[in-house]
């Protein structure tokens, strides 16, 4: 069997489980370590067997379960970044690249140094943000010691250098009275109630979900804000689809000031918090 044959085989088997072609592409590049230029170069020749196995294997696994297939190959891309990921985590998503993107655009504008990733998960947004301006001094945080890991390994594989630290939000913050210019957090924000896809389902829940109405977190997040800011500080959260209402109260009732921006497919997606100090 040559790889082209095998590579159609795979396209037309996930298709008819209605998954997309970008499956196939991130499986080559898995099992064979072939990119698609390389791909290209060696489609006439022949695969190994034991590798068409695994191949195979995986491909039943990812019909049978739904599972996401980040989870089976432990990469993910954010950001231009090859990021590993185990279930642990949650898969970096494209609607945060455009928090990173906004949030790049603040720091430049207001020439930031100190910055927070607030739940920091496989330090997908801490990597992409110390990646492009590595002057930044970069702190991480996350409770979960398994997800630090993870950010952890990240971040020594790009040979990116951010602080670490296990914090229940920002209490160790708080204590060590440290403060910053920009905290970007993308939390957990997912009411208990809703019903999400099965695939979503083998993502960590201590990342997805918030409360009755999803916004426990933000609420002790906003509680807090101001004790870690330094002066003309900005705050930048991903949020629900469906929430800038309830978020736009919620800042009044804890006295702050924020607009929402829409992303690229024109849903209320980002929480930016200004006059913070
Ligand atoms: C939605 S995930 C975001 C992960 C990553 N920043 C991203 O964008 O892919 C939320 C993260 O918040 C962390 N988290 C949940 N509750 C937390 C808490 N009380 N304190 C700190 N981190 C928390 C979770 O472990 C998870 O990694």
């Known amino acids: 069997m040559t790889y082209k044959k095998l ?61 996401p297939l980040s989870y089976l190959t432990h990469q993910a891309y954010f950001y231009k970044l090859k990021l590993y990921v185990n279930k642990n985590v949650l898969i970096p998503r494209f609607e945060t690249e455009e928090v990173v993107d906004m949030a790049l655009k603040i720091i430049k ?86 019903s999400l896809d099965k695939s979503v389902l083998f993502e960590p829940f201590l990342a997805l979900f918030a409360g009755t109405d999803g916004l426990d977190i933000y609420k002790r997040i906003f509680a807090d804000l101001k004790l870690v800011m330094n002066k003309n500080g900005t705050a930048i959260f991903e949020i629900g689809f469906d929430q800038a209402n309830s978020i736009l109260q919620l800042l009044k009732d804890y006295n702050l000031k924020g607009i929402i921006e829409k992303d690229i497919n024109n849903n209320d997606r980002i929480l930016i918090v200004t006059d913070l100090s």
């Open 109 to 194: 504008e207001k020439q930031y140094n100190t910055v927070l990733d607030l739940g920091t998960g496989s330090g997908c947004i801490a990597l992409a943000i110390k990646k492009e301006i590595v002057k930044l001094d970069v702190f991480a945080s996350d409770i979960s010691e398994k997800c630090l890991y993870v950010a952890r390994k990240n971040a020594y594989n790009h040979d990116l250098k951010i602080n670490f630290c296990q914090s229940d939000l920002l209490k160790k913050f708080i204590k060590q009275k440290k403060k910053f210019d920009i905290i970007i957090s993308n939390p957990p924000y997912i009411s208990d109630n809703y």
């Open 7 to 67: 590579f159609k085989e795979t396209q037309e088997t996930l298709n008819k489980y209605n998954f997309s072609n970008n499956y196939t592409d991130i499986l080559f590049e898995d099992i064979f370590n072939l990119n698609k230029k390389d791909y290209f170069l060696n489609q006439e020749k022949e695969v190994n067997k034991k590798q068409q196995q695994k191949l195979q294997r995986i491909i039943k696994k990812i019909i049978k379960t739904e599972i």
